[in-house]
């Protein structure tokens, strides 16, 4: 692939200007590859933020201005708005035109946005493995996408002339960019993305029931770990919503995992087995070790977390 | 209390120079609350870092020269060590001398520290709510415990001029002091520490059992949420098997509540209960900002991992 000698997209439309969307923008802009960036927003108080910011060199509500003379879509809305997002933009999409996405989950999303397809219109999903836990078109920055993975599930007998473009837009935002089926991609993110959300989720919520008294400690006392899930429980809703519902299959299966283990290790508490717990906190030190190692997750103790002054 | 006007302890003894107790070494001479500070530590490994950096004025494997003639004996050993540790130290202990410890779990350590001390020395355990994943002399640092909440638990009759010097110490070292009883301690800790320690191990076991191919795949895209959970899962695997094995009940209570939490959770993603998730994905969003608010947390996205520069 010579990515290094590709021309920039002609015109890439941008639709959902949240955290992903808006550092796609920033970041076409900044590293040149893209001449004109279109933002597609249906609300009007983010396109009046995208205007003040300067993102993008069109901002519209209107999904066919978005759409026409298009070569590059990208999708950014939540994955149960993307099916309704396709529907709007592609019957004015030109032949050739390519049509991507950022969904968290891909099968359902292949399946919302392919039917409303015209023929001659390239489908190459994406899944850039990056975000925080903030929201909207001011949480976005140029280099969100540095050093992290991109994933693209292109069905079978895609043009591989459009996987190409998309793969080389990715790469030139600095991502990683890998291929797998739109299966392979839900099962995997099921256990490294949708779990460890639902689980976050599920012990603040917890915690969040807890007799008042109680509640008000466990805020105070935080440091002592509850804090560093309360971080990925304070993503997006709506966005965590629709991913549930669209993932559930494998998601179901992941939790089914973990509650056996989760049985077996309370098995272990309530009888005492020293040696069962020991084997197991040492075995999982490893993992972190080899994330770190591979470069997705700062070495620094407490993810690097501002400190106090030494002085 | 007029803990500004206490002078510093005579003879300060940590014993166990890890995360902890070497970071009460050093902040303990970086403000001046100890005249001499005597390091005991069981491990030579251990003896010699601590000569090299220098952060003791004695440092000595003997319990009993520890012991004698010190004011304050601070525990920082796992908590299954607890109670050895004690009955090696007590004997050499003199009258008005202090026994008091830094373990995660209190009702446990009292129990075991509690028979060995002779008439005329005070008992005042302790819990400073800060740390890092990191283990070992070196990962001590004298700011750790600035800005942080340190919890102690006198039992009833302790004398109170033994805990104000416990509380002065804390308090000179950047902490905030609150006394409870040990049992509420470990119900309170229980949900804010150790429920989620047990659940990042168990994530993390989860992954760590995956085909391999997939596992591979974890460490990979780790960045999507699992990643989080790696690092409370990479903490010392002794310490934490010893706070499960000795605050058993109150884990496993907590534990109860967290899996009929996560059993409805698991419902409303099987039955496609899309409001019932987006309710519960929005509440636990408040806890964060209180936790932010209380100082307890950063309010940089990704908790402030470092990212590529914006150039």
Chains 1, 2 share one sequence.
Request: hydrophobic share 45%.
């Amino acid at each position: 692939m010579p990515e290094e000698s590709r021309g920039p997209i002609d015109r890439l439309a941008i639709v959902g200007l949240g955290l992903i969307g808006s550092s796609i923008a920033r970041a076409a802009r900044r590293y040149g590859l893209a001449r004109t960036i279109v933002a597609v927003d249906r609300d009007p108080a983010v396109r009046d933020r995208v205007q003040e910011l300067g993102i993008a060199d069109h901002v519209t509500g209107d999904p066919a201005e978005g759409a026409s003379d298009t070569d590059l879509v990208i999708l950014c809305v939540p994955v149960g708005a993307i099916g309704a997002a396709a529907a709007e933009m592609a019957p004015h999409l030109k032949p050739g035109a390519i049509v991507s996405d950022v969904g968290s989950v891909k099968g359902a999303v292949v399946a919302a946005i392919q039917p409303h397809l015209p023929d001659g219109v390239a489908l190459v999903p994406g899944h850039p493995i990056a975000g925080t836990e903030f929201s909207g078109p001011d949480a976005g920055f140029a280099t969100l996408f540095q050093g992290r993975w991109c994933i693209l599930t292109p069905p079978e007998g895609t043009d591989p002339a459009a996987i190409d473009t998309v793969r080389a837009l990715w790469a030139g935002m600095g991502a990683n960019v890998e291929t797998m089926s739109a299966d392979h991609h839900d099962h995997v993110l099921a256990i490294t993305s949708h779990l460890p959300h639902l689980i976050a989720y599920n012990i603040v919520g917890t915690a969040a029931e807890l007799e008042e008294a109680t509640q008000s400690e466990v805020i105070k006392f935080s440091a002592s770990g509850f804090r560093d899930f309360t971080r990925i429980a304070a993503s997006d809703p709506t966005m965590w919503r629709d991913i549930f519902l669209n993932n559930r299959d494998a998601v179901l299966e992941m939790l089914g995992r973990f509650n056996e283990d989760l049985s077996a290790l309370a098995k272990a508490v309530r009888w005492g087995d020293g040696e069962a717990l020991h084997a197991m906190f040492t075995r999982t030190r490893a993992i972190r070790r080899s994330i770190v190692a591979l470069g997705q997750e700062t070495a620094a103790p407490d993810f690097g977390r501002p400190r106090p002054p030494e002085e």
